[in-house]
């Protein structure tokens, strides 16, 4: 089965864009990987928390990266 989260890629980095973010319901992260450039991004906390309730914590979640 697999389960699938929607993320947007963040570009502006600062802690004070980051913090608007936490606010208005968003958690900010970075996906790498092994021989792949870090890209920072942010998903919503509540399609999060209901991703993880359903699919369990050990899931494996595919990103849809937006732009």
């Given amino acids: 089965m697999?389960?699938?989260l929607k993320a947007?890629?963040?570009v502006d980095l600062k802690s004070s864009v980051t913090k608007?973010?936490?606010e208005s319901g968003?958690?900010?992260a970075v996906v790498?990987?092994?021989g792949e450039d870090?890209?920072?991004v942010f998903v919503n906390s509540l399609e999060l928390i209901k991703t993880v309730r359903?699919?369990?914590r050990n899931?494996?979640?595919t990103l849809e990266i937006e732009n």
């Fill in 38 to 40: 870090a890209t920072s």
């Fill in 20 to 22: 608007q973010l936490r």
């Fill in 2 to 4: 697999a389960v699938k």
């Fill in 26 to 28: 968003n958690i900010p």
């Fill in 32 to 34: 790498y990987g092994k």
């Fill in 54 to 56: 359903d699919a369990g």
């Fill in 8 to 10: 947007t890629q963040r």
């Fill in 59 to 61: 899931a494996v979640i």
